[in-house]
């Protein structure tokens, strides 16, 4: 059983595993942590999202979350680091149902910003899009100002398609098609 000071290390869970991260489906004990995730200004900055006003808001998401995953198997992911077990954030897919694609999300805790996580994350979420459950393409949308996340997506292979509007903010849209299979 895992005490206060144990950190969550559940691999069995993870449905999606790098070298270094573990994803897994949110759960109703990951409330706490997507409110402190989304306590910070700077890591909401360039999502059109507020922080959220109650614990109430936050479950909302997070049961949102969980009924997406049993629903389509997809969703956002939380994050974990392997060895340590550290909730480093959340990455993963999100289905539109008015557009009939998934697009890639991501979002970390700053202190772990710059550790090559988003891209890592990302990777395995567009193997697992593709690879897993088949879906012919994936959007993303990123705020100009956020040229970190505009590298994670083009590091990915995501392609610009032009300015759009994303939660009523400005910001340039992605997409990325699945590979064609090698001819053979």
């Given at each position: ?62 049961e949102r ?50 550790n090559g ?68």
């Amino acid at each position: 059983m895992l005490g206060p000071e144990t950190k969550d290390i559940d691999e069995a869970a993870a449905v999606l595993s790098t070298e270094r991260l573990g994803l897994r489906p949110h759960r109703p004990s990951d409330v706490p942590f997507m409110m402190d995730l989304n306590s910070d200004p700077e890591v909401i900055r360039y999502t059109g999202d507020p922080a959220f006003a109650s614990e109430g808001e936050a479950r909302a998401v997070v049961e949102r979350l969980m009924h997406q995953f049993q629903a389509f198997r997809m969703g956002r992911f939380v994050v974990t680091h392997r060895q340590t077990g550290e909730k480093l954030g959340w990455c993963g897919l999100r289905w539109h149902e008015d557009i009939a694609r998934a697009d890639l999300g991501y979002r970390f805790f700053r202190k772990h910003w710059g550790n090559g996580y988003a891209s890592e994350a990302g990777a395995a979420c567009v193997r697992y899009a593709f690879e897993e459950l088949g879906l012919p393409g994936l959007v993303a949308h990123a705020m100009l100002e956020n040229a970190a996340s505009v590298r994670v997506l083009e590091k990915l292979g995501f392609r610009r398609t032009g300015p759009t509007v994303f939660k009523g903010l400005a910001a340039e849209g992605f997409e990325l098609a699945r590979p064609a299979p090698p001819a053979g």
